[in-house]
């Protein structure tokens, strides 16, 4: 395999930023709020904050360790390490996943797009109530022209970030956007605390209320912790994959995993305080801060400056997402079946478009799609919690037990500390990997079987 022509980031702040580009998006921002709000606020959070720690950090490592050394796409990356074995499925569900999600995804990033376009001809200007910030919501996601087109120009705009190739069009994108992301962030949390009734948001947010766990509440904090960093379908093999040598990957893993889980918080502290103070259900669902966000932006001076520049970033952190979605699809089929990357970029993202319709049309759009074949859920919302949190746990125990019993925890040490820079508690993440993971994800999977509570 050469290992020349597939690209490699410029450094290790290279990778940290197109790695964080990929892990930060939508799930922080869009998903997080929403499965917070309705999973009981609190509670959600800590079992979230806790699978972040104890099982993203050791996953995030272990798709590192198996990128860097097999240099391959998920596939070819299990193929190069157990030839003849059943373990390449395990990347191709990945791969499937991520066709899965970015079906979904494509669509809500699609109304960023919309937003931005809103912000730039100066709705979101003036106060704007929570009624009729949901009427303008609701506009746009049951036109179906809309939410299809738009759907398809954010995947048009993913497909030529990602023929290009991935040092070239993904880092210098992330190295400029992300900083200022955080920057409009720290912003808008400050306002939104400070909002009048913005402190129940806080308690919402941080106050646990135990009586509130239930199977599906966990479910969703594993996935969510998933889905945050990117995990569970191999986009970390991948981005590990053209990770330069020489660099410290075990520092580089871990800084993007802290990034991403403080920018999924402070999204929720732009969000529940401002949700309670123009009150607004926090279960409110899917479109939950697209509701929200506009009355924050009519309470800050020059709010349609912050208006633009929010969605503007936000469409931003959500292709940089996209990309990396695209990208682990594209690469299988590039060193596996011999595509050109051009190639495969294009007919990948086009027949992701044709996945995607459904899902445009499932917020009321079309009645079957909204109400899936009557079964109360619509298409998005069922494509969300099938890909994003059954399908990544799925992908997180295989990638447990393949790590911790098969190829071998030393193995993983060794390529994370090939060029010299130590795990910090190299212990703690074998037992996390062979204990911890296996048995926590395989519990709350086989907890939601038994109890048959899919949703
Ligand atoms: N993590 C991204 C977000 O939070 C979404 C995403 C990109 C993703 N690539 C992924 C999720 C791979 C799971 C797997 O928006």
Same mark, same amino acid.
């Given at each position: 395999?050469?290992?020349?022509?597939?690209?490699?980031?410029?450094?290790?702040?290279?990778?940290?930023?197109?790695?964080?580009?990929?892990?930060?998006?939508?799930?922080?921002?869009?998903?997080?709020?929403?499965?917070?709000?309705?999973?009981?606020?609190?509670?959600?959070?800590?079992?979230?904050?806790?699978?972040?720690?104890?099982?993203?950090?050791?996953?995030?490592?272990?798709?590192?360790?198996?990128?860097?050394?097999?240099?391959?796409?998920?596939?070819?990356?299990?193929?190069?390490?157990?030839?003849?074995?059943?373990?390449?499925?395990?990347?191709?569900?990945?791969?499937?996943?991520?066709?899965?999600?970015?079906?979904?995804?494509?669509?809500?990033?699609?109304?960023?797009?919309?937003?931005?376009?809103?912000?730039?001809?100066?709705?979101?200007?003036?106060?704007?109530?929570?009624?009729?910030?949901?009427?303008?919501?609701?506009?746009?996601?049951?036109?179906?022209?809309?939410?299809?087109?738009?759907?398809?120009?954010?995947?048009?705009?993913?497909?030529?970030?990602?023929?290009?190739?991935?040092?070239?069009?993904?880092?210098?994108?992330?190295?400029?956007?992300?900083?200022?992301?955080?920057?409009?962030?720290?912003?808008?949390?400050?306002?939104?605390?400070?909002?009048?009734?913005?402190?129940?948001?806080?308690?919402?947010?941080?106050?646990?209320?135990?009586?509130?766990?239930?199977?599906?509440?966990?479910?969703?904090?594993?996935?969510?912790?998933?889905?945050?960093?990117?995990?569970?379908?191999?986009?970390?093999?991948?981005?590990?994959?053209?990770?330069?040598?020489?660099?410290?990957?075990?520092? !580089? $893993?871990?800084?993007? +995993? &802290?990034?991403?889980? =403080?920018?999924?918080?402070? *999204?929720? %502290?732009?969000?529940?305080?401002? #949700?309670?103070?123009?009150?607004?259900?926090?279960?409110?669902?899917?479109?939950?801060?697209?509701?929200?966000?506009?009355?924050?932006?009519?309470?800050?001076? !020059? $709010?349609?400056?912050? +208006? &633009?520049?929010?969605? =503007?970033?936000?469409?931003? *952190?959500? %292709?940089?997402?996209?990309?990396? #979605?695209?990208?682990?699809?594209?690469?299988?089929?590039?060193?596996?079946?011999?595509?050109?990357?051009?190639?495969?970029?294009?007919?990948?993202?086009?027949?992701?478009?044709?996945?995607?319709?459904?899902?445009?049309? =499932?917020?009321?759009?079309?009645?079957?799609?909204?109400?899936?074949?009557?079964?109360?859920?619509?298409?998005?919302?069922?494509?969300?919690?099938?890909?994003?949190?059954?399908?990544?746990?799925?992908?997180?125990?295989?990638?447990?037990?393949?790590?911790?019993?098969?190829?071998?925890?030393?193995? =993983?040490?060794?390529?994370?500390?090939?060029?010299?820079?130590?795990?910090?508690?190299?212990?703690?993440?074998?037992?996390?990997?062979?204990?911890?993971?296996?048995?926590?994800?395989?519990?709350?999977?086989?907890?939601?079987?038994?109890?048959?509570?899919?949703?």
């Amino acid at each position: 395999m050469a290992t020349v022509s597939r690209g490699q980031w410029s450094g290790r702040m290279g990778f940290i930023f197109a790695a964080a580009g990929s892990a930060i998006g939508l799930g922080n921002i869009w998903r997080f709020p929403y499965s917070a709000g309705e999973n009981g606020g609190g509670a959600f959070v800590l079992i979230y904050l806790f699978f972040v720690a104890a099982i993203g950090i050791p996953v995030v490592l272990s798709e590192l360790a198996i990128g860097r050394t097999t240099q391959r796409n998920p596939v070819g990356a299990f193929k190069a390490l157990v030839p003849g074995s059943l373990w390449p499925w395990v990347g191709g569900l990945g791969v499937l996943t991520g066709f899965g999600i970015l079906a979904f995804y494509a669509v809500i990033a699609g109304w960023t797009l919309s937003y931005l376009w809103g912000a730039l001809t100066g709705v979101y200007g003036g106060v704007l109530t929570a009624d009729e910030s949901l009427s303008l919501f609701n506009e746009l996601i049951t036109d179906p022209t809309k939410a299809i087109f738009l759907s398809g120009l954010f995947l048009l705009l993913t497909i030529l970030v990602v023929r290009g190739g991935v040092s070239k069009g993904i880092e210098r994108v992330t190295k400029i956007l992300m900083p200022l992301l955080l920057i409009i962030l720290v912003i808008l949390a400050i306002r939104s605390v400070t909002l009048p009734g913005g402190m129940d948001g806080l308690v919402y947010l941080f106050k646990p209320d135990f009586s509130k766990i239930t199977v599906t509440v966990v479910m969703s904090a594993l996935g969510q912790a998933l889905f945050s960093l990117s995990l569970g379908m191999g986009a970390m093999i991948t981005y590990g994959s053209y990770f330069p040598d020489g660099e410290n990957l075990p520092n !580089a $893993g871990i800084t993007v +995993a &802290i990034f991403d889980t =403080a920018i999924a918080i402070l *999204a929720g %502290l732009i969000i529940f305080p401002a #949700l309670f103070s123009v009150g607004v259900e926090p279960g409110a669902g899917p479109g939950l801060v697209f509701v929200v966000l506009p009355s924050i932006f009519g309470s800050l001076p !020059a $709010g349609n400056l912050f +208006a &633009i520049a929010f969605y =503007a970033l936000l469409a931003i *952190a959500a %292709l940089t997402s996209t990309i990396s #979605l695209l990208e682990v699809v594209v690469s299988y089929f590039v060193d596996e079946k011999g595509w050109s990357r051009n190639k495969s970029a294009w007919v990948l993202g086009i027949f992701c478009f044709f996945l995607a319709i459904p899902s445009a049309l =499932a917020n009321g759009a079309s009645p079957f799609f909204s109400d899936f074949m009557g079964t109360g859920v619509d298409f998005l919302s069922l494509n969300n919690n099938l890909w994003g949190n059954y399908s990544l746990s799925l992908g997180a125990i295989a990638l447990c037990i393949f790590v911790g019993y098969k190829w071998g925890i030393s193995n =993983a040490l060794a390529s994370l500390e090939a060029s010299g820079h130590k795990l910090p508690a190299p212990a703690l993440f074998g037992f996390l990997v062979r204990y911890v993971c296996p048995v926590a994800v395989g519990a709350v999977l086989i907890y939601v079987i038994v109890t048959g509570n899919y949703f």
